[in-house]
């Protein structure tokens, strides 16, 4: 009997109590870095939709300033409303974009105040460019898909 008694005392292992401390601990890590993680995806997520707005901005220009074939008079046209497809780069007028298979794109879930970008939330839009006709200022804002 003291043979295994000892026998018993040797064998190495965790006790339970050893192993419901190592759960609990990795449970509290897991949720305090879920949080973390929420909110480092909603910065992804906004920081690619400032990114899209910023190539549209960017297309615009380059358009109105004649760069490219747009087929579009800026100088005669009244102010001219273009839907920004993000998957190719490019924008479409209003009849073009309601008969693109386009999807929307936009992925902020937050409204965001900071000083240089008031978006959110972005969900299921896209972007539609305004180039105004009086000075070409260009304006940028989430909208659903014209129809």
Wanted: aromatic letters at 6%.
């Amino acid at each position: 009997m003291e043979k295994l008694k000892a026998k018993l005392k040797k064998q190495g292992g965790f006790t339970l109590i050893e192993m419901l401390i190592v759960v609990a601990i990795i449970a509290i890590l897991i949720a305090v870095s879920i949080p973390l993680i929420g909110n480092a995806l909603e910065k992804a997520r906004d920081a690619t939709d400032q990114a899209n707005e910023r190539a549209a901005k960017a297309e615009a220009a380059i358009m109105y300033l004649g760069v490219g074939s747009s087929g579009i008079d800026f100088g005669t046209a009244d102010d001219v409303t273009l839907w920004y497809d993000a998957a190719n780069g490019k924008l479409l007028t209003q009849t073009e974009a309601a008969a693109s298979t386009m999807t929307p794109y936009g992925q902020c879930t937050k409204t965001h105040t900071a000083p240089d970008y008031t978006g959110g939330p972005n969900t299921g839009k896209i972007i539609k460019v305004t180039v105004t006709k009086e000075d070409g200022t260009i304006t940028v804002a989430w909208d659903t898909k014209p129809t």
